[in-house]
């Protein structure tokens, strides 16, 4: 069992930035595979980034080049550093975890809401 908390979320104008947290309950040097994922009102949850327990990288093409994925082990603390919002970036944000890459279970955070808007 992973929980996992995300954070950081809030009200930002349009070229503003924003850095979302996520904590995990586990030790996240071990999680096979973390990412964000977003939800806009009406829409499907997508991909906005992930990173492997070997720190590869990578990013939907429509933050690429904005946002930035990181982590820190000693913390079990994912971030997610957004820049030059955009008010098409407004969704909830979730984290998540896929502790174990044989294993097809996986943990979702509670979302932490963004809203891009002046």
């Known amino acids: 069992q992973v929980q996992l908390v995300e954070s950081g979320g809030g009200l930002v104008q349009p070229g503003g930035s924003l850095r979302l947290s996520c904590a995990a309950s586990?030790?996240?040097?071990?999680?096979?595979?973390m990412a964000w994922y977003r939800q806009a009102p009406g829409k499907q949850r997508e991909l906005v980034s992930s990173?492997?327990?070997?720190?590869?990288?990578n990013y939907a093409d429509s933050v690429k080049g904005r946002f930035t994925i990181s982590r820190d082990n000693a913390k079990n603390t994912v971030f997610l550093q957004m820049s030059g919002l955009k008010p098409e970036d407004t969704a909830v944000y979730y984290c998540y975890a896929w502790p174990n890459n044989y294993i097809p279970q996986n943990y979702w955070g509670q979302g932490t809401q963004v809203t891009v808007s002046s």
């Open positions: 990173i492997t327990r070997e720190g590869s990288i």
């Open positions: 586990a030790s996240i040097a071990t999680i096979y595979r």
